[in-house]
């Protein structure tokens, strides 16, 4: 079993960053991409970046303000969010693809952390 464990939600004011961690933990062997989606009430969940390989992509409305990190011998991914924006408010999920000690493959999801941008 793997875990994905989130942290550094919060309230901010619009202009302000936060800071979203994200470890892994469990049967892991490798992970092979790590993301941030999030979720606004009544929206879908989208996709916000994702690193895979040493490529990393962002969704066009976070570009320039938003970055994510990765650390594979900590197992950890981070986003590092600037400039947010009361539309950046959503529920905050951390994603993995992780190949487990049987060599199969999985997709694993964090429990959210919720990020609210309001002055």
């Known amino acids: 079993q793997v875990q994905l464990t989130e942290s550094g939600g919060g309230l901010v004011q619009p202009g302000g960053s936060l800071r979203l961690s994200c470890a892994a933990s469990?049967?892991?062997?490798?992970?092979?991409?790590m993301a941030w989606f999030r979720q606004a009430p009544g929206k879908r969940r989208e996709l916000v970046a994702r690193?895979?390989?040493?490529?990393?992509n962002y969704a066009d409305s976070v570009k320039g303000r938003f970055t994510i990190s990765r650390d594979d011998i900590k197992r950890t991914a981070s986003l590092q969010m600037n400039s947010l924006k009361p539309e950046d408010t959503a529920v905050y999920y951390c994603?993995?693809?992780?190949?487990?000690?049987?060599?199969?493959?999985?997709?694993?999801w964090g429990q959210g952390t919720q990020v609210t941008v309001s002055s």
């Open positions: 994603h993995a693809t992780v190949k487990v000690l049987t060599m199969d493959s999985w997709d694993y």
């Open positions: 469990g049967n892991i062997f490798s992970i092979i991409s």
């Open positions: 690193t895979s390989g040493g490529t990393t």
